[in-house]
């Protein structure tokens, strides 16, 4: 496994996420939330996260 694939991974991981974090958005905006739902705000971290490591490994 090369660090390639890896990062092809990684990348995938992070769209999954960025996906998922809109999601709870949306279902918190047809909830009437007026504030960012704390779940976003994880998702969120750990896509940085994720994109973080694709750069160093990149």
């Known amino acids: ?14 769209e999954q996420l960025d996906d998922l974090a809109m999601t709870v958005l ?17 998702l969120v971290r750990a896509r940085r996260s994720v994109e973080k490591a694709i750069s160093i490994l990149g």
């Open 1 to 14: 496994m090369s660090t390639e694939h890896i990062c092809r991974q990684l990348e995938q991981i992070a």
């Open 26 to 42: 949306r279902d918190a905006v047809d909830q009437g939330a007026t504030a960012r739902p704390e779940e976003e705000k994880k």
